[in-house]
């Protein structure tokens, strides 16, 4: 019976949260380059939006895997965590590239707009060469129990 | 005979222990040196095996442990509005357009409300040559850029106001004024505070156009 019912929270915490938070996915990382480019194209910084949802989607994934129950959920989709991680560290990447762009972009100077923007530049590059050494040496693989 | 009883305590030895796999079979050669035994042992599946964590849940906490602290981290990089001052104080002040109560950053409203441009002459006795002044958006922190010039020169580049207060420095007789650069959304909204008559003015300065404090030095 307690199976029972961690499966029926288990689905619906995956079908209402989950699942449709896994599609949206898709769309920040083109939503923060978006945000990039608007900034470089207006010379004004912006919102700081990629580090709002990598909040929300932290928030809610971090829970699915911490709560036994829901952690059913990846043991049922195994290539879902290796979804999430690879998405979730390309948004920390770019995220992370929009917030220096921001701060070089909240004076109007056209030299700090110049160095800030390589800067971000050198941070993306840095920080995905370490992602990529990262997988190269702890591989990411679909794991199955 | 020695190879048997051998066989019969590390058989022992091996139900006895709380940590082993259920699926592991111990073979009887591997223990046995010598004699061919053909047998094999299967260990009893443990009661606890629920209990027990695979590498994947392992992985899995870790991971969520991980997206935890960037959400942790994430709201404090994200751009919000500080605590509104909803005291007599603030309320007097939203609609008087000054203060001399509130201290720098203090915050009115939670959402830009665009109040009346105004232009204000400050009169003083200080004798020093220069004083300080705070700037800072006393709304949302939405985006709102200005510039400040001093007797018609900009002093700096136009800047992003924020909550948290600009401190700058500017001449005790001249005129300063206020120049809007961007509006973030719903007006530019700041506060300037005068260290010279410790006096805070809220403002709004239409983009493009400047708010303008006269300072003179009263006989």
Same mark, same amino acid.
């Given at each position: 019976?307690?199976?029972?019912?961690?499966?029926?929270?288990?689905?619906?915490?995956?079908?209402?949260?989950?699942?449709?938070?896994?599609?949206?996915?898709?769309?920040?990382? &083109?939503? +923060? !380059?978006?945000?990039?480019?608007? $900034?470089?194209?207006? #010379? =004004?910084?912006? *919102? /700081?939006?990629?580090?709002?949802?990598?909040?929300?989607?932290?928030?809610?994934?971090?829970?699915?895997?911490?709560?036994?129950?829901?952690?059913?959920?990846?043991?049922?989709?195994?290539?879902?965590?290796?979804?999430?991680?690879?998405?979730?560290?390309? &948004?920390? +990447? !770019?995220?992370?590239?929009?917030? $220096?762009?921001?701060? #070089? =972009?909240?004076? *109007? /100077?056209?030299?700090?707009?110049?160095?800030?923007?390589?800067?971000?530049?050198?941070?993306?590059?840095?920080?995905?060469?370490?992602?990529?050494?990262?997988?190269?040496?702890?591989?990411?693989?679909?794991?199955?129990? | 005979?020695?190879?048997?009883?051998?066989?019969?305590?590390?058989?022992?030895?091996?139900?006895?222990?709380?940590?082993?796999?259920?699926?592991?079979?111990?073979?009887?050669?591997?223990?046995?040196?010598?004699?061919?035994?053909?047998?094999?042992?299967?260990?009893?599946?443990?009661?606890?095996?629920?209990?027990?964590?695979?590498?994947?849940?392992?992985?899995?906490?870790?991971?969520?442990?991980?997206?935890?602290?960037?959400?942790?981290?994430?709201?404090?990089?994200?751009?919000?509005?500080?605590?509104?001052?909803?005291?007599?104080?603030?309320?007097?002040?939203?609609?008087?357009?000054?203060?001399?109560?509130?201290?720098?950053?203090?915050?009115?409203?939670?959402?830009?409300?665009?109040?009346?441009?105004?232009?204000?002459?400050?009169?003083?006795?200080?004798?020093?040559?220069?004083?300080?002044?705070?700037?800072?958006?006393?709304?949302?922190?939405?985006?709102?850029?200005?510039?400040?010039?001093?007797?018609?020169?900009?002093?700096?580049?136009?800047?992003?106001?924020?909550?948290?207060?600009?401190?700058?420095?500017?001449?005790?007789?001249?005129?300063?004024?206020?120049?809007?650069?961007?509006?973030?959304?719903?007006?530019?909204?700041?506060?300037?505070?005068?260290?010279?008559?410790?006096?805070?003015?809220?403002?709004?300065?239409?983009?493009?156009?400047?708010?303008?404090?006269?300072?003179?030095?009263?006989?």
């Amino acid at each position: 019976m307690k199976n029972f019912f961690g499966n029926v929270a288990a689905s619906i915490y995956c079908i209402t949260v989950i699942l449709p938070l896994s599609l949206i996915l898709w769309f920040i990382p &083109i939503g +923060i !380059l978006m945000e990039i480019n608007s $900034i470089v194209k207006s #010379g =004004f910084s912006g *919102q /700081n939006a990629g580090f709002t949802f990598l909040g929300i989607f932290g928030l809610m994934f971090g829970i699915s895997m911490l709560v036994p129950t829901f952690r059913r959920i990846y043991k049922k989709l195994p290539w879902l965590y290796v979804y999430i991680q690879v998405f979730m560290m390309d &948004i920390l +990447i !770019l995220a992370v590239g929009s917030y $220096i762009l921001n701060i #070089g =972009f909240e004076v *109007q /100077n056209q030299a700090r707009h110049t160095m800030f923007f390589w800067l971000m530049i050198a941070t993306l590059i840095i920080s995905r060469l370490i992602m990529c050494s990262y997988y190269k040496f702890r591989p990411i693989k679909i794991e199955k129990e | 005979m020695d190879d048997k009883n051998k066989l019969q305590q590390n058989i022992k030895k091996a139900m006895n222990t709380s940590r082993f796999h259920s699926d592991k079979t111990t073979s009887v050669d591997e223990i046995g040196s010598g004699t061919k035994l053909h047998s094999t042992v299967s260990q009893p599946k443990p009661a606890f095996e629920s209990r027990v964590k695979t590498p994947f849940a392992k992985k899995l906490k870790g991971f969520g442990i991980a997206l935890l602290v960037v959400f942790g981290l994430a709201m404090t990089f994200t751009s919000k509005t500080g605590t509104v001052d909803v005291s007599g104080a603030a309320n007097k002040a939203l609609s008087e357009q000054t203060s001399t109560s509130l201290s720098a950053g203090t915050i009115l409203l939670a959402k830009d409300e665009e109040l009346s441009a105004q232009d204000y002459t400050i009169a003083h006795s200080s004798n020093k040559n220069n004083t300080k002044i705070w700037i800072w958006d006393y709304a949302a922190e939405d985006g709102d850029y200005v510039q400040l010039l001093v007797n018609g020169a900009p002093i700096g580049d136009a800047f992003f106001i924020k909550n948290k207060p600009v401190e700058l420095t500017v001449p005790t007789v001249g005129i300063v004024q206020v120049k809007g650069i961007r509006d973030g959304g719903g007006g530019i909204t700041y506060a300037v505070r005068y260290d010279l008559n410790s006096t805070t003015y809220f403002n709004s300065a239409p983009k493009g156009e400047m708010n303008t404090y006269t300072l003179e030095l009263q006989q």
